[in-house]
């Protein structure tokens, strides 16, 4: 059994910082790559950031030069440091991972988490 479990969402104000943390468990042999999505209401879910076992990282424009993805492959632990976030930051927050596990390679999602931009 795999899980993603992730923590660190809450209600922030505008040009506010929040880190995001998504710990992967269970039965793993490997992660090939870990991301983050979001989706705000009324909008399809979209790529924030990824980052590959060998380090490679990708991020969308809405989000680059104001956020940080990371990992921590002894703890199967991915990262999304968020500074200077907008009220369009507002979404469910869903990280990923690409697992082999006792099944063949597939990707896992986490529950999501709430992150608001408000004053």
């Known amino acids: 059994q795999v899980q993603l479990v992730e923590s660190g969402g809450g209600l922030v104000q505008p040009g506010g910082s929040l880190r995001l943390s998504c710990a992967a468990s269970?039965?793993?042999?490997?992660?090939?790559?870990m991301g983050w999505y979001r989706q705000a209401p009324g909008k399809q879910r979209e790529l924030v950031a990824t980052i590959t076992s060998g380090g490679s990282t990708n991020y969308a424009d809405s989000v680059k030069g104001r956020s940080t993805i990371s990992r921590d492959n002894a703890k199967n632990t991915v990262y999304l440091q968020m500074n200077s976030l907008k009220p369009e930051g507002t979404a469910v927050y869903y990280c990923n991972a690409d697992i082999m596990s006792r099944s063949p390679r597939s990707t896992y999602w986490s529950q999501g988490t709430q992150v608001t931009v408000s004053s």
């Open positions: 269970g039965s793993i042999f490997s992660i090939y790559a």
